[in-house]
């Protein structure tokens, strides 16, 4: 197994607003929770902050982050696996890096689920990501049935040799991989740090075996679940967790703002 090298991967907590709030509310929320943790001192370089927005909000997103010199990253949700071309609905990774986007998601369960996206797609986007210069948060995870079954860490390794492949890896370093225990979410199961711990100390081991030891020590890889402030702490106390893919507590600015900060609060900086 590589060495702990925890300390030297910044803590990532990204904000994944789904389908939800138009380009004015976007905006709104976006300025309210740069005032709340400017307003905390939040620290961006030990705890790095990132929101996903609707495609429609990426523009006004990007005008409010540059006019206000804000320290948020922001990215999409999605990529196509073309660049250009008679691809209705499609958005291409050049035109997400033209929006000064840093990050996107590949992989998300919602888009396996509901669009059926396959492994060899989610690999197919996440290598136009990179190629244009993007960060791409490749997501895996189970089923409740797998996870019954006791084949999540297997069918997790799966997810993530077929999203990697192909890659070299200078690019597999910059990639950053998001745990989702599909099986706890919205289906009244829930999932432990211990359960986060597991799934993702095994993919780092992946990474180490099939890659090699430096990029498994040096790619971030976030926990995915139902992430509130309460929970935060015992979930980035895991050793191998280095941050946290959040859906709807994102949309809640305090609630979102006190994950970002978990390290004040395990601390007792509260105020």
Same mark, same amino acid.
């Given at each position: ?89 499609? $958005? ?9 986007? =840093? ?22 986007? =996440? ?32 997810? $993530? ?60 890889? @976030? ?11 015992? $979930? ?14 994102? @949309? ?10 978990? @390290? ?8």
């Amino acid at each position: 197994m590589a060495g702990d090298n925890s300390a030297a991967r910044t803590p990532l907590m990204a904000g994944n607003w789904k389908m939800n709030l138009n380009h004015v509310e976007a905006v709104h929320l976006l300025q309210k929770l740069s005032w709340t943790l400017q307003d905390k001192k939040h620290d961006f370089e030990r705890v790095e902050v990132a929101v996903l927005p609707p495609f429609t909000d990426i523009r006004s997103v990007q005008t409010l982050v540059d006019g206000d010199r804000m320290k948020i990253k922001y990215g999409a949700q999605d990529v196509s696996t073309r660049d250009s071309g008679a691809y209705t609905g499609e $958005i291409s990774a050049a035109m997400l890096t033209k929006l000064g986007c =840093t990050y996107v998601l590949t992989g998300h369960s919602e888009r396996r689920q509901y669009h059926d996206e396959t492994d060899e797609v989610v690999n197919a986007k =996440t290598t136009k990501a990179l190629e244009a210069g993007l960060v791409p948060i490749m997501c895996v995870g189970e089923g409740l049935e797998i996870r019954k079954a006791d084949g999540h860490v297997e069918h997790c390794l799966g997810q $993530i040799d077929a999203g990697l492949a192909g890659l070299k890896q200078d690019d597999v370093r910059k990639v950053v991989i998001a745990y989702e225990p599909v099986w706890a979410i919205g289906t009244g199961e829930v999932a432990t740090p211990e359960d986060a711990q597991e799934v993702i100390a095994a993919i780092r081991g992946r990474i180490e075996e099939t890659i090699s030891p430096s990029v498994a020590d040096s790619v971030r890889i @976030l926990y995915g679940g139902s992430v509130k402030m309460a929970s935060a702490g015992g $979930i980035m106390a895991q050793p191998d967790v280095d941050g946290c893919l959040v859906g709807g507590a994102s @949309l809640q600015v305090d609630e979102f703002a006190g994950i970002c900060r978990y @390290l004040d609060l395990q601390l007792g900086y509260s105020s």
